[in-house]
């Protein structure tokens, strides 16, 4: 990787001091827009459904244009250690937090069930999106985005109520 970027091992670590801080760098660069952006969907006005679909768009989107990026996120984080495993999981844990009340606030009468576990079903369901997602396959970004938020808001957010 460092020759691909046209550097030496040596002007690397003259720039980052370990392979640990390298990964902390990668890692907080790539959650940093997620929690920024989730942060202004969570503090709008809008209405609670639109958040949602809102919050799980940006994520979707976010997986779509960095496949790459997301996928050394779900791979390689387990292998940050302290004292950068810290101040990641800060981050992680922020962003689960505004998920999970975007998730409270959205769920229409009717619907029971645990936000978290929610939560993890919906993020997993779209971080496994940059294993499988090719740009030029059979379904466009736009046509995921549109289909995902339809599987979220429609059917695992749906009312148990059938006059809603």
Known sequence: MVKAMGLTTASLYYHISSKQELLYKVLTTGIAPWVEQLEKINATDLDPMKKLRLAVENHLSFVLDNPNGVI?????????GAPYKDNYLKQINR??????????????????????????AILGMINW????????GRLGADDIRRAFSEIVMDRILASDDPTK
């Open 95 to 120: 962003y689960d937090e505004l998920f999970t009340e975007i998730i409270e606030a959205g769920m229409p009468g009717g619907v029971t069930g645990d936000p978290r576990l929610m939560r993890l």
């Open 129 to 136: 999106t940059a294993e499988w997602y090719n740009p030029e």
């Open 72 to 80: 050394v996120f779900q791979r390689e984080r387990r292998f940050l």
